[in-house]
């Protein structure tokens, strides 16, 4: 089972509240030999790093992280890579386990679950996790480096033209209301061949990936939901001698393997569930009360899904290389 | 590993190619005692099944299947469930292994990954592996009698007015062309608190699990890429005492965990690959050559799509059903 | 989750009960290119059937396997291979529901757990279900060419001396009795650098693999118990230049890893439990009533047992194969 | 896959050299509202702690466990347990890269498999590591509360008077030599019907748990070896009124399934492999050299042994609590 990880022979597990004592990760399955130290991780995670600019949430976290096991003098041993990052700047103050149920969290159906949770900032539920995702990314990168792997905002608010995005962005802000966004990920040099057919389609997996990120509720793989308004003889992707391709409707796959073409996934972020703008709900006794977000948070939190969407990808495509080695040589 | 299986505690493992003597499925892990016959399967079966209209394939399979184990008395007995589907309209000669790659096919790819294929009718990557995805989601509807579970055809070729579509697919058929269509699943009675954070959410596991489906380009929980541009307060599913909900955005999930609402999934599949209208591509010695694919194939596969979603999204809910039994009691 | 499968990257699903129609398996994850056809699994098959001498069941069953997919002009193609055996001399009136639960057998367990069971010939938990073990290991063979497994039995009853075999059967069988036995298992060729630290360590696969075969109740590695009663400087095995090994008290394995010595492994059979002799036990309804087993019964379930104890090695060792190839390159 | 983790719906993931900074642990999957805090963890790895007595390492750990995640005011909330102990004793300037390979130890298979190691005093090979496993046990036992588990040395150097072995000890060690040890574990209260046919039976599941254990070469289930040598007629456990039995030769399981009789189980613990009694060994250059251990290490690894075999059949019988209530409700 995978509640908690992610993966098959690269596989990551991760632990850690958002206003906890730290967070961490296990890296399962990494090749040996491959150089890592605390710095390269450092770099993907202050990618990702809150604190960092007004369009992120305040929260000051240095997240520096440490790796605890699994390498030796600079490289992969082929055990298990441990790392974490203490939590230095929670405010478990600012949040109370007897306050309204927050529409479009997590807060009411973890109740729903478990019965009781850790109501400090999200707890498990909280995009602090994402961090660890940034750190086993980090090394999943190292187990495919003829991949590259590139993600980016393409859209906040509905809207393209980037240069728009900070006046919008300044004013949800200013509303205390907050933007959706679309991540657009591209993974150029994978070779023809990686994934797998039918439950473990490379489209499945990124999917799963993907889709499990705190906030997305949508995914495409190449052309997506477009496709479904194409005709087949405009979708069809012709090939050349040298196996090239015309175009690349498909995003890459083919029967859930790779064609060699890059592999383009879309990314749909919803808008931040915490605003500071009340909305009618419930508390835990089942009273009603207006729920109204006072901790620190994004006002786009697709901003920052960039580098957690790339993360998620590199840790799928380091998997399926794995796999289709082991399994085809 | 999941190559050719699906799911946790309930879980569908299935074999066989298209033009091969028969296609099957294990379904491990189901509960004992509930009431399956042959019948039962044979019913859902029949609303996928090829042969019987003008716009799905002409090819005539009887789709008889047959519970071989797992059954005794007309009760499930905890025991793996198999079944299998004789082919009886198998027309390997259809197919040579010479031909040129069909854009869009698994063709290229299976060949790039294993070295060599069973070309005829794309061997395991064809559509007709979705009948045992279908059986084994016959089963899983008996796990989770509470929930209803309801796909259709909501969009083909990008119309939504469904009055035009008999009219569209007529002249997509004459053309030897094909068109795309989105597919909407709602699942009604799901009770709060199924699925589980992180790396198994609920929408990560749909996700996965449409997303693995033949010609699926796109998957959306609610709201889907809307969301993404819609502002928070727009977003936000108000609640109301006794647990109501305004509106259902988030498409019955928060943090990876039902709500109670109904789950809503989006699923886009692209047009038909397999079109009479010649495509360039290349054979497997690489020199140039058309595609043209000269089979049975349905004009519009998403239209047998929906009840192929509809298993899928049985088989995940009643997977998490049994998950969260067994985690939470 | 394994309840019916097998193996992590090459993983055996198997279904079936006794006096169904049928019995079948699925090799998933099967490396590409093997050359592989009936004849190469009914092989080994013919090493285990009933109805092949007077010690061990008189059950007629050809066991002629067909195998349905998976396999393209006689190479294995990548794609799950599916096999069944159909059950020819099934006879399920000689058993009854209502009869006494037979020590030792999983009647009495299979009740507690799933509240029904199929009581026709001990259903799934018969030791008919290790024809798809063998069918399983034959494909197991194909991926590990370079290794030789060769499983015997080295005791019955307590004795060694095989001389003394046939008069000790004899008897036991004359007075509705049965015998335990040793089988002793012996894989050469396996390369130093297979297995896997801590959790999926060789030692606990074989472990696991071997326990798991019907009326094992003890397993060894290598000297096993005895090592226990070995001082430390008796029980290294010193090495030699070359990487050679003076002795092999560990059995081929050191933290969990392949030394590349010869793999030993034990394996007990308890004395089969289907006897003729009364024992006092109970029925369904809780009535005391003393079972005696009238169905055809090996008198030593261990004789039958040593190909099986050789597929489940092979498909331990071809697993960890793949898995080291898609970890180590 | 499993390479460092453990178990199906309970989960074990565990972290860590012998001489890096920390050991470490996730527990996934773990029913919520469980009173839970650092002392219960704590009062487990006192018992296998290393510094406490003559027959053990003298190395000094206080092996001080923290709780880092998934326990909110004193109860687990159902989300990964990360549990960590720092290396307060670590020497490793003790060991050296270019050391001998040490027989019976990890050393030689590690750098086969992998190419490198971290040589610190086994690195990941060490029984460090089951620091962890006992306190994943630790959190196990809560999920169990009716089974009562309990390990004892039996047999040290293949003496059963316990009042032999402080003297034998005292000599082993004198002498820079080792004794192998016999530990039986005893679950009691375990009902009927937990474990699960064909691959996941108890049986199987138990001897993976056990001869996964640092110097473990054998492990049978109730009369393991010795019911081998016994005749049907003798081993048969015959049933009573009120699903009693006359006597547990079967060790609690039939079929893969508890009975309601107590687990038994065995476990055969080599001799420590590091002595200071010189063996004839090669480097990793493959020039013949002497290893002797001079590190701090246990005469007779079996004595620390029994807390890591109760931690690791607590950790099955809880998964198979989860599993049992998860299929059969």
New interface residues.
Partial sequence: ??????G??L?L?????SH?????C?V??????LGLDDAWVQGFLDLRRPGTGKNVSPRRETDLV?I???V?EG?T??????MTIDNVDARPADYSAGAP?R????????D???????PRGG???SAR?TAMRVAGGAVARLVIPEVEIEARVI?I??ETDSALWDAMLDE?RAAG??????VECVASGV???????????L??????????INA??????????A?????????????????SF?SN???G????????QPIVV?V????????R?P????DAS???AEASTKGRHDPCV?IRGAPVVEAMVALVLADHK????????
């Fill in positions: 089972m995978s509640i908690n990880g992610f098959h022979l596989r597990t991760t632990w850690g509240e906890g004592p730290a967070i961490g296990v399962d399955g990494c090749p040996p030999g440490r605890l096991s699994g030796f490289r041993t082929g055990t298990p890579i441990a149920y529409p479009g969290h997590a807060d009411f159906a973890y729903a679950k478990y019965g009781l949770r850790d707890g498990r539920a996790e859209e608010g509905g949800a209301d907050s933007l959706g966004a679309v070779p023809a061949g990686w994934g797998a057919p039918v439950y473990a389609k489209d499945a997996e990124l999917a799963a990936a993907c889709m499990g997305v509720k949508g995914v495409e793989i190449g052309d997506g939901f496709a479904a308004r194409l005709r087949g003889s405009e979708n069809a992707d012709a090939m050349r001698a040298g196996a015309d409707h498909a995003g796959t083919a029967g859930g393997i790779s064609t060699g879309l749909a972020f919803k808008p931040t569930s915490s605003i703008i909305v009618p709900s419930i089942g009273a009603e697709g794995l796999l289709h080695r082991g399994q085809c040589g």
